[in-house]
């Protein structure tokens, strides 16, 4: 058993935060699991929505696809600030950090208003749950269920980790730079996985 | 400035409640949803959460608090959440036990005695998920919080904040709760069956849904915090095979919370959209389909109950080896069952649906997985009696409760048999003999796990001792009580009794009668529990460091421990069970 006695010195003092938000992850996936299960579940079983029935709106017809390929496209970029972010952070450069984590949040709100937008025009076209069109068409009233509550709650996590961001931002004016960096790695972590969720929502609410 | 924000935002979601949802397009239950926001919002602020979250941001390390007061602000300390969760429990206990009271007196004859139907059923589905609540965080977050870093040798949980944000988040939950019989009532039982859960607009089913999500928050936070301090601060020298198996038992019930509370509140949320924003989900008129819900709610609420019973078995494996004097029996087997149960939970949710309309097929693999985990439970099984074998019993009171629950729970898992094989099932499916199967698990496991872990840690909490007597004399009551009410359940349950109903054929009455007077024994020993921790806590024997001569970490350090936890960071050198012939 003496081998197992240094086991602990593995572990850095600051690595319990990233374990943490691994498993915070890992509860975040199972919940856009559910409901991206539930919505192909519907989609594979029920004849209402079932790939090329009539009744199912398919890709392009509804509004607002140009809007979403716009947001796939500010979401990747701001991916990518995120990650000039970090390391900046890393290699000490604090004015470099709040650059780019501006780039981040400005992007991520610039996410906000197209969606607004893009909501806009669906509602004025009638597209909502409980709309007269929704009401008469079956296919039309699942899908608008799964895309209005799926872009919402999507829409309040990028919230959420604007919220992060802002937090980073706003410690990184005076923390030392190791706990500015390790603070823009955790943000960082959550706001790539509020963008890849994306990345499976796009295709599965606007393409297929 | 984050109570600038959160109040900003509070401001706004009230007025968007009061202003869209009274007045505009949005309707009731959406203000209801928003106002229920804000509210949350500002509680958190007021109970000291701002503050917390500033420090954060600004780096700086949490404050240390002293006095009564900690126990009812956003106080950091692991001790201090531990009995915050603990005290909640017990609080929650006696509110959920009134209820079953009512229900009990009720029952006590055939026809209406004092409730109608309706209020029968919002009783009934308040103390199904005040229970719930109990047991979820009895054991997990009470004795878990306050044992789990000492056992292992850490100064606190990896995220501290974070731990107080799971506590504070059920008070406003709990409040939801018990508010909502007042706002129209609960008609669903604790489990919200859509579309019952859909149809309706009274705001008593909006509030339990809120409720249940913000509890689910607070469930998924303590589960990442628990598995991330296990992972991360373990004393040196504790290797997995050093783990005591309480903490083992808490990690397993913590993988269950995060990788199955998502998935309920993502059926939750489904049905709050279905009520608030006219979605369809749910209704099969338009592309919904019901039995979706079931599956969702099940994947969790299955392996729920092991997040319940889980950390009782760690908690009753704990005790035996202490007053047995010898070493855990299979403790490699044990840790490693506790974690098949886990694994194996996940994969048995539709037995709970044999009778729903679900594709035939799958009856078969949820029945086989479903007994599949009566093996790594006769493991524990295996491990108590392995255990006990032969042993100089100590009938300290802890002893007495964690042998009580074995019997219990032997009962309870032998009558999930016939509840496990479809054929059986769909005999005795919605009926009063479900009712006792899982409150032999559930009371006679959980609780009297938990209570078996509170009479063997309250010295290490309080400093001080609990009155022997009193102790083995609610033991008793509870234990011959709780038995002489449950067991007549199964036959009637097996005669035809149905849940969730008010009334019943007159030739049950003599068995109702019975059970009903055993319940006030249940009752007398909640009362002879109260005073036995007043006077205790006022009076008790001073406990010293090590009353019951146990071997793990948290007995190495003063009762109640200091802030930090232990002096001198503990090394582990040895097994956790290493109980010799002599002791």
């Known amino acids: 058993m003496q081998a197992a006695i240094t086991m602990n010195a593995d572990w850095r003092e600051d690595e319990g935060g990233r374990v943490g938000l691994w498993l915070f992850i890992l509860s975040e996936i199972l919940l856009f699991g559910a409901f991206l299960a539930s919505y192909v579940g519907t989609r594979l079983g029920n004849p209402d929505c079932a790939l090329g029935v009539a009744a199912w709106p398919e890709a392009g017809h509804l509004p607002g696809l140009t809007m979403a390929a716009l947001n796939t496209l500010i979401l990747l970029t701001s991916s990518y600030t995120m990650v000039r972010a970090i390391s900046r952070a890393e290699r000490g450069d604090r004015a470099g950090f709040r650059a780019n984590m501006i780039a981040t949040v400005v992007l991520g709100l610039g996410f906000l208003v197209v969606k607004s937008a893009e909501y806009a025009l669906k509602i004025s076209h009638g597209y909502y749950p409980g709309s007269e069109l929704a009401k008469a068409n079956a296919g039309l009233s699942i899908f608008l269920s799964y895309y209005y509550m799926l872009t919402i709650l999507h829409g309040l996590h990028i919230v959420a980790g604007l919220i992060w961001n802002g937090v980073a931002y706003y410690a990184s004016a005076d923390a030392p730079m190791p706990s500015v960096a390790r603070r823009a790695e955790y943000a960082g972590l959550y706001w790539h996985f509020v963008d890849v969720v994306w990345v499976f929502l796009f295709p599965l609410l606007y393409l297929i | ?583």
Request: hydrophobic share 55%.
């Open chain 2, 1 to 583: 400035m984050t109570e600038f924000f959160a109040s900003l935002t509070a401001g706004v979601l009230v007025f968007v409640a009061g202003y869209g949802g009274l007045q505009g397009p949005l309707g009731r239950q959406a203000a209801c949803v928003l106002a229920y926001l804000a509210a949350l919002l500002v509680f958190l602020c007021v109970v000291g959460g701002a503050k917390a979250m500033r420090a954060y941001a600004q780096g700086r390390e949490p404050e240390e608090k002293h006095g009564i007061a900690r126990y009812f602000s956003f106080d950091v300390d692991h001790k201090v959440v531990g009995v915050q969760y603990t005290v909640a429990a017990v609080v929650i206990f006696l509110v959920g036990g009134t209820l079953a009271l009512i229900m009990r007196l009720e029952l006590a004859r055939h026809g209406l005695q004092f409730l109608m139907p309706d209020q029968y059923v919002t009783v009934m589905s308040l103390h199904g998920i005040t229970m719930v609540v109990v047991a979820l965080i009895a054991t997990a977050g009470g004795l878990g919080n306050f044992i789990v870093p000492l056992q292992i040798g850490a100064r606190d949980m990896a995220f501290p904040r974070l731990n107080a944000l799971s506590f504070w988040l059920l008070p406003p939950a709990v409040i939801l709760l018990l508010s909502s019989p007042f706002l129209g009532g609960l008609d669903f039982g604790w489990t919200a069956i859509a579309p019952l859960s859909t149809q309706g607009t009274t705001i008593g089913k909006q509030l339990f849904l809120l409720a249940f999500v913000t509890a689910g928050f607070s469930s998924i936070f303590g589960g990442v915090n628990f598995v991330a301090t296990v992972l991360t601060m373990r004393a040196p020298g504790m290797g997995w095979r050093r783990v005591p198996i309480f903490t083992w038992s808490i990690v397993a019930a913590a993988i269950i919370q995060i990788m199955g509370t998502s998935v309920v509140a993502a059926s939750l949320i489904m049905v709050t959209f279905d009520r608030v924003l006219h979605t369809t989900f749910f209704n099969s008129d338009l592309g919904g389909n019901v039995l979706l819900y079931q599956h969702l709610f099940w994947y969790y609420s299955h392996p729920a109950v092991y997040i319940m019973i889980l950390p009782a078995f760690g908690a009753i494996l704990e005790i035996l080896p202490v007053y047995a004097r010898k070493p855990l029996f299979a403790y490699k087997l044990v840790a490693g069952a506790l974690l098949t149960i886990t694994a194996l939970s996940f994969i048995v949710w539709a037995h709970h649906m044999f009778t729903s309309g679900m594709w035939m097929l799958l009856k078969l693999p949820f029945m086989v997985n479903t007994e599949l985990i009566s093996i790594p439970t006769g493991v524990v099984f295996l491990a108590v009696m392995g255990t006990l074998w032969k042993a100089k019993l100590r009938l300290d009171s802890p002893m007495l409760w964690a042998l009580a629950m074995v019997a219990n729970f032997l009962i309870g898992g032998l009558t999930g048999i016939p509840l496990a094989d479809a054929p059986t099932d769909l005999h005795l499916h919605d009926t009063w003999f479900i009712v006792a199967h899982f409150h032999f698990t559930i009371m006679g496991g959980a609780v009297f796990g938990f209570f078996a872990g509170f009479h063997h840690w309250f010295p290490k909490m309080t400093g001080r001792r609990l009155n022997e007597a009193l102790a083995k004399t609610q033991c008793a009551l509870m234990f011959v009580g709780f038995n002489a009410v449950f067991i007549p359940l199964f036959w009637l349950g097996n005669h035809g009794m149905r849940r969730h109903v008010a009334d019943f054929p007159a030739w049950m009455d003599p068995v109702q009668t019975f059970a009903s007077l055993a319940a006030l024994v249940v009752g007398s020993s909640a009362i002879v529990f109260s005073y036995n921790v007043f006077i205790s806590l006022r009076g008790g024997e001073a406990a010293g460091e090590n009353p019951w001569e146990a071997l793990t970490l948290e007995w190495k350090t003063p009762s109640p421990p200091p802030h930090g936890n232990f002096k001198t960071p503990p090394v582990v050198a040895g097994e956790p069970y290493d109980y010799g012939a002599s002791a």
